[in-house]
């Protein structure tokens, strides 16, 4: 039996920037993981990096788009109609969460970790090698309905309130960005300082390589296995059971599996969403992500091709694949990219981890000692693990937090 001073379970983009963040401030950390490194919720993301989030998605509020979904007619959203009702309590939380006062204190409330979601992945990127699959280039959404561009007030005052940069354009001033979208929006808003990432898998491996340059070990195991023995947290991997004082569960929407077991009840849900990709015709491309905002979807260029991510579907994490979506979505995909043959042959099909208030749990386990969540990023891990590594890690060694952590504690939910 090995002992190090953390062990750090599931190596998602979330657990590698921990364990990165833990092995350069001198602990000995050990990354425990059943499959391979970021090839699951971290691997098939839209890759933007929301630094300029400001309202998390919320519960429609329109009557219309509600039927639509119920229905199942929009693109945006999917449901199995068996899920519903255990599914029922979280969407009631999450309907409150999205009163427009709940969504401004969310607002306010995440923003810390949001405002420095850029500027950690460049640090981690500057130090792994991997600052080529950095794109600042910003963010474009494109709006086709004049009344929801309108709607966009709120979120404009606060952008100017934190000091976010924004442009509204038209659809010219887009073009002039994106030359090959078809002009069949009027309106749309450039997030200036939004970045994305071309490879969201290749960046996840290459901080897990400087981890491990650092002297991190990562090992196959089974998370689930974790338990008390001799005042201590244990594991049992490939190569053995391995003890640490410290522990931190960054499992995504595997982390109810283990954390039942351990007693601790978080509401987590979870949005799944499908992504694919496609080959663009002639030469037709895109230099940044773009948000098809009425049509619910997002279209984004990766090296892969170009991929095309879907809303949320409220399903069981371990049912099968419906990617419907993809079929109500493609006649308005066509209609604003010509977006050519597909260059996969699978959906791909990844579940989003996500309290209803939208915020994550970074912190302590409640009541047992040494035990740290790292967990419920929602549609943001991508954009947040490497805020959340240093966050984390700040509060494991006994450093002075970035910000305060206390609006992401387990207990707002006891
Ligand atoms: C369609 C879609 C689009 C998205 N777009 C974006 C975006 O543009 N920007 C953004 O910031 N975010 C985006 N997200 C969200 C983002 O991908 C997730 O929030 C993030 O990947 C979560 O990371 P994680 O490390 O917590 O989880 P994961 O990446 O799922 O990592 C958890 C790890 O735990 C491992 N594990 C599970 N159980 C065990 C066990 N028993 N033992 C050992 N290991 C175990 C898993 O194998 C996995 O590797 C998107 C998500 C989806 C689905």
Same mark, same amino acid.
């Given at each position: 039996m090995a002992r190090t001073d953390a062990l750090v379970l599931g190596a998602g983009i979330v657990g590698v920037s921990i364990a990165l963040h833990l092995a350069k401030r001198g602990l000995s950390v050990a990354l425990v993981e059943r499959a391979g490194l970021g090839e699951q919720t971290s691997y098939g993301n839209a890759g933007v990096i929301e630094g300029n989030t400001i309202f998390p998605p919320a519960f429609p509020s329109d009557p219309a788009a509600l039927l639509r979904i119920a229905l199942k007619r929009a693109g945006e959203a999917n449901y199995h109609l068996?899920?519903?009702?255990?599914?029922?309590? @979280?969407?009631?939380?999450?309907?409150?969460?999205?009163?427009?006062?709940?969504?401004?204190?969310?607002?306010? =409330?995440?923003?810390? #970790?949001?405002?420095?979601?850029?500027? !950690?992945?460049? #640090? &981690?990127?500057?130090?792994?090698?991997?600052?080529?699959?950095?794109?600042?280039?910003g963010w474009l959404k494109v709006y086709r309905n004049e009344?929801?561009?309108?709607?966009?007030?709120?979120?404009?005052?606060?952008? %100017?309130?934190?000091?976010?940069?924004?442009?509204?354009?038209?659809?010219?001033?887009?073009?002039?960005?994106?030359?090959?979208? *078809?002009?069949?929006?009027?309106?749309?808003?450039? @997030?200036?300082?939004?970045?994305?990432?071309?490879?969201? &898998?290749?960046?996840?491996?290459?901080?897990?390589?400087?981890?491990?340059? =650092?002297?991190?070990?990562?090992?196959?195991? %089974?998370?689930?296995?974790?338990?008390?023995?001799?005042?201590? @947290?244990?594991? !049992?991997? *490939?190569?053995?059971?391995? %003890?640490?004082?410290?522990?931190?569960?960054?499992?995504? $929407?595997?982390?109810?599996?283990?954390?039942?077991?351990?007693?601790?009840?978080? $509401?987590?849900? /979870?949005?799944?969403?499908?992504?694919?990709?496609?080959?663009?015709?002639? *030469?037709?491309?895109?230099?940044?992500?773009?948000?098809?905002?009425?049509?619910g979807y997002l279209i984004t260029p990766m090296e892969q091709g170009i991929r095309i991510t879907t809303g949320a579907e409220f399903a069981s994490r371990d049912a099968k694949p419906t990617p419907v979506q993809f079929d109500r979505l493609m006649p308005k995909i066509h209609e604003l990219f010509p977006v050519g043959e597909r260059a996969d042959d699978k959906t791909w099909l990844g579940s989003r981890p996500c309290f209803p208030d939208s915020r994550p749990v970074i912190g302590h386990a409640p009541s047992l000692p040494g035990l740290w969540l790292? /967990?419920?990023?929602?549609? @943001?891990? &991508?954009?947040?693990?490497?805020?959340?590594?240093?966050? /984390?890690?700040?509060?494991?060694?006994?450093?002075? $937090?970035?910000?305060? $952590?206390?609006?992401?504690?387990?207990?707002?939910?006891?």
């Open positions: 068996s899920f519903l009702p255990q599914v029922a309590p @979280w969407l009631l939380a999450f309907r409150a969460a999205s009163q427009p006062e709940r969504l401004a204190e969310t607002a306010r =409330l995440i923003r810390p #970790l949001f405002s420095r979601a850029v500027a !950690e992945h460049e #640090l &981690l990127m500057a130090e792994s090698g991997a600052t080529r699959y950095l794109r600042k280039t009344k929801s561009f309108a709607a966009l007030t709120r979120e404009f005052d606060l952008a %100017d309130k934190f000091g976010l940069p924004l442009q509204a354009l038209n659809t010219e001033q887009a073009l002039g960005l994106e030359p090959s979208l *078809n002009p069949v929006f009027p309106k749309a808003v450039f @997030w200036t300082e939004a970045a994305s990432i071309s490879n969201p &898998l290749a960046v996840t491996r290459a901080y897990a390589q400087r981890f491990t340059a =650092l002297g991190g070990v990562t090992v196959v195991g %089974d998370a689930l296995t974790l338990h008390r023995a001799d005042g201590r @947290w244990r594991v !049992e991997t *490939n190569e053995g059971a391995l %003890d640490a004082g410290q522990c931190v569960v960054a499992l995504g $929407p595997w982390a109810p599996d283990l954390l039942d077991r351990l007693g601790v009840k978080l $509401p987590l849900g /979870i949005k799944r969403g499908y992504h694919r990709h496609f080959r663009a015709l002639g *030469n037709a491309a895109l230099s940044r992500p773009v948000l098809d905002a009425d049509a790292a /967990i419920g990023h929602a549609h @943001w891990g &991508l954009t947040l693990g490497p805020a959340t590594g240093r966050l /984390i890690a700040e509060m494991m060694t006994g450093a002075a $937090p970035f910000c305060d $952590p206390s609006p992401y504690r387990a207990e707002r939910f006891s």
